[in-house]
């Protein structure tokens, strides 16, 4: 199991480095990808019946070894524009992103980055 997840996460790179371009076009097959990349990249580090404490914490391990999370940090540098009409009228307290495909790719790189680092992963949260 631990080599196909370093194989996995080798692919991931890859293709998530490979991606950032097209992401930045806005292309939604680039979009999808990345998704579900992210997700099966994020399945690995949850705990469930199948995929006890103790495997969370080694795919933990390998991900950050092959340092799966340099891309991931790459892709929330991309630019989320916001709609601040609102903001003005003092109607919201957050501005609402205007692309709301790249706001749920963010929000996907967040979930994955917090679950690297759970489980006392101090390496991955110095990081």
Known sequence: A???VYEETTFALKRLTSLKKHLSTDDPAAYKEAMDLLK??????QVTVD???????KNQRILL???LDEPIVDLLRLNLERDTTQRDGGEIEADP???IERRDLFQACY???KHLCA??????QEK
Do not use: S, W
């Not at 099966?40 to 580090?45: A, E």
């Not at 995929?51 to 914490?57: D, G, L, R």
């Not at 489980?119 to 991955?124: F, I, K, L, S």
């Open 40 to 45: 099966r990249m994020t399945d690995y580090m």
């Open 65 to 67: 070894n092959r340092e």
């Open 111 to 113: 979930d994955f980055l």
């Open 51 to 57: 995929n006890p404490k103790h495997i969370v914490q």
């Open 119 to 124: 489980y006392g992963h101090t390496r991955a």
């Open 2 to 4: 631990a080599v196909k």
């Open 97 to 99: 992103a205007l692309n």
